[in-house]
Protein backbone atom coordinates (compact mmCIF):
# COMPACT_ATOMS: atom_id res chain seq x y z
CA UNK A 1 0.00 0.00 0.00
CA UNK A 2 1.20 3.91 -1.10
CA UNK A 3 -0.06 6.13 1.75
CA UNK A 4 1.45 9.81 0.24
CA UNK A 5 3.13 10.72 -2.77
CA UNK A 6 6.12 11.86 -0.15
CA UNK A 7 6.35 8.16 0.11
CA UNK A 8 6.39 7.17 -3.75
CA UNK A 9 9.14 10.52 -4.13
CA UNK A 10 11.36 8.29 -1.25
CA UNK A 11 10.67 5.08 -2.67
CA UNK A 12 11.51 6.92 -6.68
CA UNK A 13 14.68 7.79 -5.01
CA UNK A 14 15.92 4.41 -3.26
CA UNK A 15 15.98 3.51 -7.09
CA UNK A 16 19.45 2.55 -8.69
CA UNK A 17 18.60 4.15 -11.47
CA UNK A 18 19.55 7.14 -13.66
CA UNK A 19 16.97 8.92 -14.86
CA UNK A 20 16.49 11.68 -17.52
CA UNK A 21 13.29 13.31 -18.41
CA UNK A 22 13.10 14.41 -21.67
CA UNK A 23 10.67 17.79 -21.21
CA UNK A 24 8.39 19.00 -24.62
CA UNK A 25 8.01 22.56 -24.67
CA UNK A 26 9.65 23.49 -21.32
CA UNK A 27 9.32 27.10 -21.66
CA UNK A 28 7.21 27.04 -18.53
CA UNK A 29 8.55 28.15 -14.82
CA UNK A 30 5.92 25.37 -12.83
CA UNK A 31 7.60 22.69 -14.85
CA UNK A 32 10.62 24.15 -14.21
CA UNK A 33 10.39 24.54 -10.77
CA UNK A 34 9.60 20.96 -10.45
CA UNK A 35 12.58 20.09 -12.33
CA UNK A 36 14.87 21.94 -10.01
CA UNK A 37 13.10 19.65 -7.19
CA UNK A 38 13.14 16.39 -9.22
CA UNK A 39 17.04 17.38 -9.30
CA UNK A 40 17.54 18.92 -6.35
CA UNK A 41 16.77 15.63 -4.20
CA UNK A 42 18.74 13.37 -6.80
CA UNK A 43 15.19 11.96 -8.17
CA UNK A 44 16.27 12.76 -12.31
CA UNK A 45 18.03 15.04 -14.46
CA UNK A 46 16.46 16.62 -17.33
CA UNK A 47 16.87 17.73 -20.94
CA UNK A 48 14.79 20.38 -21.83
CA UNK A 49 13.56 20.98 -25.70
CA UNK A 50 11.00 24.34 -26.44
CA UNK A 51 12.25 27.99 -26.85
CA UNK A 52 15.09 28.47 -25.11
CA UNK A 53 14.56 31.95 -25.47
CA UNK A 54 11.61 31.72 -23.16
CA UNK A 55 13.26 29.12 -21.01
CA UNK A 56 16.85 30.20 -20.27
CA UNK A 57 15.50 33.21 -18.19
CA UNK A 58 12.99 31.58 -16.20
CA UNK A 59 15.94 28.81 -15.25
CA UNK A 60 17.78 32.27 -13.87
CA UNK A 61 14.93 33.35 -12.09
CA UNK A 62 14.27 30.38 -10.46
CA UNK A 63 17.79 29.58 -9.96
CA UNK A 64 18.37 25.87 -12.40
CA UNK A 65 21.38 25.61 -13.08
CA UNK A 66 22.76 26.85 -16.38
CA UNK A 67 24.69 24.26 -17.56
CA UNK A 68 21.31 21.81 -17.93
CA UNK A 69 20.83 20.73 -21.45
CA UNK A 70 18.35 23.09 -23.81
CA UNK A 71 17.99 21.61 -27.17
CA UNK A 72 15.97 24.59 -28.62
CA UNK A 73 13.04 24.28 -30.76
CA UNK A 74 10.44 27.06 -30.74
CA UNK A 75 7.92 25.28 -33.93
CA UNK A 76 5.08 24.25 -31.23
CA UNK A 77 4.47 21.98 -34.08
CA UNK A 78 8.13 20.04 -33.73
CA UNK A 79 8.68 20.43 -30.15
CA UNK A 80 6.91 17.08 -29.15
CA UNK A 81 8.74 14.97 -31.35
CA UNK A 82 11.89 16.06 -30.58
CA UNK A 83 11.68 15.72 -27.13
CA UNK A 84 10.39 11.95 -28.21
CA UNK A 85 13.33 11.30 -29.91
CA UNK A 86 15.73 11.76 -27.02
CA UNK A 87 13.55 8.85 -25.57
CA UNK A 88 14.13 6.85 -29.25
CA UNK A 89 17.72 7.51 -28.48
CA UNK A 90 18.56 7.05 -25.57
CA UNK A 91 19.29 9.81 -24.02
CA UNK A 92 16.72 10.22 -21.83
CA UNK A 93 13.97 7.04 -20.19
CA UNK A 94 11.05 9.48 -19.25
CA UNK A 95 9.01 11.66 -21.12
CA UNK A 96 7.09 15.01 -19.99
CA UNK A 97 4.72 17.25 -20.91
CA UNK A 98 5.50 20.89 -20.63
CA UNK A 99 3.47 23.41 -21.82
CA UNK A 100 2.08 21.92 -24.98
CA UNK A 101 -1.26 20.75 -25.71
CA UNK A 102 -2.31 17.08 -24.15
CA UNK A 103 -3.66 16.36 -27.28
CA UNK A 104 -0.48 17.27 -29.94
CA UNK A 105 1.94 15.87 -27.25
CA UNK A 106 -0.16 12.78 -27.40
CA UNK A 107 0.09 12.66 -31.38
CA UNK A 108 3.70 12.76 -31.16
CA UNK A 109 3.85 10.14 -28.70
CA UNK A 110 1.69 8.01 -31.13
CA UNK A 111 3.74 8.95 -34.31
CA UNK A 112 3.50 5.97 -36.23
CA UNK A 113 7.12 6.18 -37.28
CA UNK A 114 9.20 8.58 -34.38
CA UNK A 115 6.18 8.01 -32.10
CA UNK A 116 7.07 5.35 -29.08
CA UNK A 117 4.06 3.13 -30.01
CA UNK A 118 4.65 -0.64 -28.87
CA UNK A 119 1.34 -2.03 -30.38
CA UNK A 120 -0.30 -2.38 -26.96
CA UNK A 121 -3.41 0.34 -26.41
CA UNK A 122 -1.49 3.73 -24.63
CA UNK A 123 -3.51 4.99 -21.71
CA UNK A 124 -3.83 7.24 -18.60
CA UNK A 125 -3.23 6.81 -14.99
CA UNK A 126 -4.26 9.06 -12.46
CA UNK A 127 -2.63 8.88 -8.60
CA UNK A 128 -4.52 11.02 -6.14
CA UNK A 129 -3.74 11.62 -2.33
CA UNK A 130 -6.93 12.75 -0.78
CA UNK A 131 -6.87 14.47 2.58
CA UNK A 132 -8.82 11.97 5.08
CA UNK A 133 -7.84 8.79 3.27
CA UNK A 134 -5.49 6.18 4.35
CA UNK A 135 -3.72 5.75 1.07
CA UNK A 136 -3.52 6.68 -2.47
CA UNK A 137 -5.83 5.68 -5.13
CA UNK A 138 -5.68 5.58 -8.81
CA UNK A 139 -7.92 6.33 -11.60
CA UNK A 140 -7.70 5.68 -15.19
CA UNK A 141 -8.52 6.61 -18.06
CA UNK A 142 -9.63 10.67 -17.16
CA UNK A 143 -6.75 11.57 -20.11
CA UNK A 144 -6.16 9.92 -22.85
CA UNK A 145 -8.84 7.33 -24.07
CA UNK A 146 -11.94 9.10 -25.22
CA UNK A 147 -15.10 6.88 -25.02
CA UNK A 148 -13.42 3.09 -24.56
CA UNK A 149 -14.99 -0.19 -26.37
CA UNK A 150 -15.04 -2.82 -23.74
CA UNK A 151 -11.39 -4.45 -25.71
CA UNK A 152 -9.94 -1.08 -24.79
CA UNK A 153 -11.19 -1.23 -21.35
CA UNK A 154 -9.67 -4.35 -21.10
CA UNK A 155 -6.11 -2.96 -22.51
CA UNK A 156 -6.63 -0.04 -19.62
CA UNK A 157 -6.94 -2.47 -16.85
CA UNK A 158 -4.38 -4.36 -17.98
CA UNK A 159 -1.95 -1.58 -18.22
CA UNK A 160 -3.02 -0.02 -14.67
CA UNK A 161 -2.46 -3.12 -13.40
CA UNK A 162 1.08 -3.35 -14.55
CA UNK A 163 1.40 -0.23 -13.30
CA UNK A 164 0.03 -0.92 -9.69
CA UNK A 165 2.85 -4.05 -9.26
CA UNK A 166 5.36 -1.83 -10.44
CA UNK A 167 4.74 0.27 -7.67
CA UNK A 168 4.18 -2.12 -5.04
CA UNK A 169 0.51 -2.99 -5.59
CA UNK A 170 0.24 -6.96 -6.30
CA UNK A 171 -3.41 -7.58 -5.87
CA UNK A 172 -5.31 -4.40 -6.06
CA UNK A 173 -9.12 -3.65 -5.14
CA UNK A 174 -10.47 -2.90 -8.78
CA UNK A 175 -13.96 -0.92 -8.74
CA UNK A 176 -15.62 -1.20 -12.16
CA UNK A 177 -17.10 2.31 -12.20
CA UNK A 178 -21.00 3.03 -12.94
CA UNK A 179 -24.22 4.87 -12.26
CA UNK A 180 -25.59 1.79 -9.99
CA UNK A 181 -25.30 -1.65 -9.56
CA UNK A 182 -27.72 -3.31 -11.87
CA UNK A 183 -26.83 -4.34 -15.41
CA UNK A 184 -28.61 -2.31 -17.89
CA UNK A 185 -28.45 -2.61 -21.46
CA UNK A 186 -29.56 0.82 -22.02
CA UNK A 187 -26.55 1.94 -19.70
CA UNK A 188 -23.78 0.43 -21.75
CA UNK A 189 -21.12 0.82 -18.75
CA UNK A 190 -22.89 -1.63 -16.66
CA UNK A 191 -22.95 -4.26 -19.41
CA UNK A 192 -19.03 -3.57 -20.08
CA UNK A 193 -18.27 -3.72 -16.06
CA UNK A 194 -19.77 -7.19 -15.93
CA UNK A 195 -18.11 -8.52 -19.45
CA UNK A 196 -14.43 -7.13 -17.45
CA UNK A 197 -15.31 -8.63 -14.00
CA UNK A 198 -15.94 -12.45 -15.84
CA UNK A 199 -12.79 -11.44 -17.91
CA UNK A 200 -11.13 -11.47 -14.41
CA UNK A 201 -12.64 -14.99 -13.57
CA UNK A 202 -11.23 -16.18 -16.19
CA UNK A 203 -7.90 -15.10 -15.73
CA UNK A 204 -7.42 -12.75 -18.71
CA UNK A 205 -6.44 -10.11 -16.43
CA UNK A 206 -3.84 -9.70 -13.34
CA UNK A 207 -4.07 -10.50 -10.23
CA UNK A 208 -6.93 -8.19 -8.43
CA UNK A 209 -9.89 -8.22 -6.43
CA UNK A 210 -12.63 -6.66 -9.06
CA UNK A 211 -15.96 -5.69 -9.08
CA UNK A 212 -18.54 -4.39 -11.18
CA UNK A 213 -20.52 -2.56 -11.97
CA UNK A 214 -20.64 -0.46 -9.23
CA UNK A 215 -21.38 3.18 -8.03
CA UNK A 216 -19.04 5.57 -6.45
CA UNK A 217 -20.57 5.39 -3.24
CA UNK A 218 -21.12 1.43 -2.70
CA UNK A 219 -17.38 2.26 -4.02
CA UNK A 220 -16.09 4.22 -1.28
CA UNK A 221 -18.52 3.21 1.73
CA UNK A 222 -19.27 -0.10 3.03
CA UNK A 223 -22.76 1.29 4.79
CA UNK A 224 -23.73 2.73 1.27
CA UNK A 225 -23.97 -0.90 0.49
CA UNK A 226 -25.46 -2.49 3.29
CA UNK A 227 -28.54 0.66 2.48
CA UNK A 228 -28.11 -0.96 -0.97
CA UNK A 229 -28.52 -5.00 -0.16
CA UNK A 230 -24.84 -5.43 -1.62
CA UNK A 231 -22.10 -7.35 -0.39
CA UNK A 232 -19.01 -6.01 -1.35
CA UNK A 233 -15.38 -7.21 -0.93
CA UNK A 234 -13.35 -4.03 -1.72
CA UNK A 235 -16.05 -1.32 -0.52
CA UNK A 236 -14.18 1.84 1.41
CA UNK A 237 -10.55 0.37 0.66
CA UNK A 238 -10.74 0.40 -3.68
CA UNK A 239 -6.96 1.18 -4.94
CA UNK A 240 -7.86 1.37 -8.44
CA UNK A 241 -11.14 2.97 -10.33
CA UNK A 242 -11.97 2.33 -13.74
CA UNK A 243 -14.26 4.78 -15.25
CA UNK A 244 -16.30 4.52 -18.49
CA UNK A 245 -14.99 7.66 -20.67
CA UNK A 246 -12.92 10.59 -20.44
CA UNK A 247 -15.61 12.88 -19.15
CA UNK A 248 -16.52 10.77 -15.81
CA UNK A 249 -12.72 10.28 -15.07
CA UNK A 250 -11.08 13.49 -16.04
CA UNK A 251 -14.37 15.79 -14.25
CA UNK A 252 -14.20 13.25 -10.92
CA UNK A 253 -10.33 13.64 -10.77
CA UNK A 254 -10.90 17.66 -10.93
CA UNK A 255 -13.57 18.18 -8.43
CA UNK A 256 -11.50 15.81 -5.90
CA UNK A 257 -8.71 18.15 -6.63
CA UNK A 258 -10.94 21.38 -6.26
CA UNK A 259 -13.12 19.84 -3.63
CA UNK A 260 -11.73 17.84 -1.37
CA UNK A 261 -8.16 19.37 -1.97
CA UNK A 262 -5.99 16.28 -3.29
CA UNK A 263 -3.10 16.17 -5.05
CA UNK A 264 -2.80 14.41 -8.15
CA UNK A 265 -0.08 13.17 -10.39
CA UNK A 266 -0.72 11.47 -13.65
CA UNK A 267 1.03 9.03 -16.27
CA UNK A 268 0.53 7.69 -19.90
CA UNK A 269 1.29 4.01 -20.01
CA UNK A 270 1.15 1.43 -22.62
CA UNK A 271 4.22 3.24 -24.81
CA UNK A 272 7.80 1.94 -24.79
CA UNK A 273 8.85 4.54 -21.93
CA UNK A 274 6.63 5.86 -19.04
CA UNK A 275 5.47 9.49 -19.73
CA UNK A 276 4.43 12.52 -17.33
CA UNK A 277 1.02 14.02 -18.72
CA UNK A 278 -0.34 16.45 -16.36
CA UNK A 279 -2.48 19.16 -16.95
CA UNK A 280 -0.88 22.66 -17.70
CA UNK A 281 -2.50 24.30 -14.90
CA UNK A 282 -1.28 21.29 -12.34
CA UNK A 283 1.24 22.52 -9.21
CA UNK A 284 5.14 21.94 -9.81
CA UNK A 285 4.49 19.81 -6.67
CA UNK A 286 1.68 17.73 -9.43
CA UNK A 287 4.04 17.57 -11.24
CA UNK A 288 7.11 16.43 -9.31
CA UNK A 289 4.85 13.65 -7.86
CA UNK A 290 3.81 12.66 -11.35
CA UNK A 291 8.14 12.26 -12.36
CA UNK A 292 8.53 10.38 -9.11
CA UNK A 293 5.43 7.66 -10.34
CA UNK A 294 7.04 8.18 -13.61
CA UNK A 295 10.69 7.13 -12.32
CA UNK A 296 8.33 3.81 -10.22
CA UNK A 297 7.35 3.16 -13.41
CA UNK A 298 10.69 2.81 -15.40
CA UNK A 299 11.61 0.77 -12.65
CA UNK A 300 9.31 -1.44 -14.42
CA UNK A 301 10.69 -0.73 -17.68
CA UNK A 302 13.96 -2.06 -17.12
CA UNK A 303 12.81 -5.77 -15.35
CA UNK A 304 10.33 -6.05 -18.42
CA UNK A 305 7.11 -4.85 -16.50
CA UNK A 306 5.73 -1.74 -18.06
N1 LIG B 1 -3.18 3.89 -27.90
C1 LIG B 1 -2.53 3.43 -28.98
N2 LIG B 1 -2.75 3.92 -30.21
C2 LIG B 1 -3.65 4.90 -30.35
C3 LIG B 1 -4.36 5.44 -29.27
C4 LIG B 1 -4.09 4.89 -27.98
N3 LIG B 1 -4.72 5.31 -26.88
N4 LIG B 1 -5.18 6.43 -29.71
C5 LIG B 1 -4.99 6.50 -31.06
N5 LIG B 1 -4.08 5.59 -31.42
C6 LIG B 1 -3.57 5.34 -32.76
C7 LIG B 1 -4.67 4.90 -33.72
O1 LIG B 1 -4.78 3.51 -33.75
C8 LIG B 1 -4.16 5.46 -35.04
O2 LIG B 1 -3.24 4.58 -35.61
C9 LIG B 1 -3.43 6.72 -34.65
O3 LIG B 1 -3.06 6.57 -33.27
C10 LIG B 1 -4.27 7.95 -34.80
O4 LIG B 1 -5.54 7.66 -34.22
P1 LIG B 1 -6.69 8.77 -34.06
O5 LIG B 1 -6.93 9.40 -35.42
O6 LIG B 1 -7.83 8.21 -33.31
O7 LIG B 1 -5.91 9.73 -33.11
P2 LIG B 1 -6.04 11.24 -32.89
O8 LIG B 1 -4.71 11.83 -33.21
O9 LIG B 1 -7.24 11.87 -33.50
O10 LIG B 1 -6.29 11.25 -31.29
C11 LIG B 1 -5.44 10.62 -30.37
C12 LIG B 1 -5.50 11.46 -29.10
C13 LIG B 1 -4.79 10.73 -27.96
C14 LIG B 1 -4.80 12.78 -29.36
C15 LIG B 1 -7.00 11.69 -28.73
O11 LIG B 1 -7.54 10.47 -28.37
C16 LIG B 1 -7.20 12.73 -27.68
O12 LIG B 1 -7.20 13.92 -27.96
N6 LIG B 1 -7.43 12.28 -26.41
C17 LIG B 1 -7.77 13.18 -25.33
C18 LIG B 1 -6.59 13.97 -24.82
C19 LIG B 1 -7.06 15.01 -23.84
O13 LIG B 1 -7.55 16.06 -24.25
N7 LIG B 1 -6.98 14.72 -22.53
C20 LIG B 1 -7.53 15.57 -21.52
C21 LIG B 1 -6.52 16.42 -20.81
S1 LIG B 1 -5.19 15.54 -20.07
Redesign the pocket.
Known sequence: MLRSFEEVVKRAKELDQEITISVAAAQDKDVLLAIKSAQDMGLAKAILVGDADLIKPLMIEIGLSPEMSIIHEPDMSKVGLVAVSLIREGKAQVLMKGLLN??DF??AV?N?QEGL?TGR????LACLEIPGEEKLVFLSDG????APTLAEKKDILINSLLALQNVGINCPNVAILTANEMVNPKMPATVDAQALVAMSDAGELLSCIIEGPIAMDVAMNPEAGKHKGITSKIAGKVDLFLVPN?ETG?VASKVLIHFAKAQMAGIVL?ATHPIV?T?RAETPKGKLYSMALACLAASGVQKGGQ
Open positions: SSLRLGRLLSHGMNIINGLS
